[in-house]
Nanobody, 124 residues
Framework: QVRLVESGGGSVQAGGSLRLSCAAS????????MAWFRQAPGKEREGVAA???????TYADSVKGRFTISQDNAKKTLYLQMNSLKPEDTAMYYC??????????????????WGQGTQVTVSS
């Protein structure tokens, strides 16, 4: 079992920045890929960014150049630096991780463990 706890959400104006954190605990040794997803009201959950144990990463087109995913393996913490935020970035942001394997991507069905989410609200 893996437990994920997100923090760092809040309300900002367009153009501002936020840094999300996700603290992992439990059987994290078997996790290969960690990722951030988001879900706005009335919309499907979508992948934002993912990173694997080697540090390779992938991003959704909508956030490329504005968001950066990183991890501190010693602290078992995942981060998402979000710059140049837009109102359309408003959503609940979730941290997720998968089991062993070589997957690096943003398909919701590939991830086994999820946090409770942290709200990000961007006003215009």
């Amino acid at each position: 079992q893996v437990r994920l706890v997100e923090s760092g959400g809040g309300s900002v104006q367009a153009g501002g920045s936020l840094r999300l954190s996700c603290a992992a605990s439990g059987d994290t040794y078997s996790s290969n890929c960690m990722a951030w997803f988001r879900q706005a009201p009335g919309k499907e959950r979508e992948g934002v960014a993912a990173i694997d144990q080697l540090g390779s990463s992938t991003y959704a087109d909508s956030v490329k150049g504005r968001f950066t995913i990183s991890q501190d393996n010693a602290k078992k913490t995942l981060y998402l630096q979000m710059n140049s935020l837009k109102p359309e970035d408003t959503a609940m942001y979730y941290c997720a991780t998968d089991g062993p394997g070589g997957y690096l991507g943003l398909r919701v069905t590939e991830f086994d463990y999820w946090g409770q989410g942290t709200q990000v609200t961007v006003s215009s």
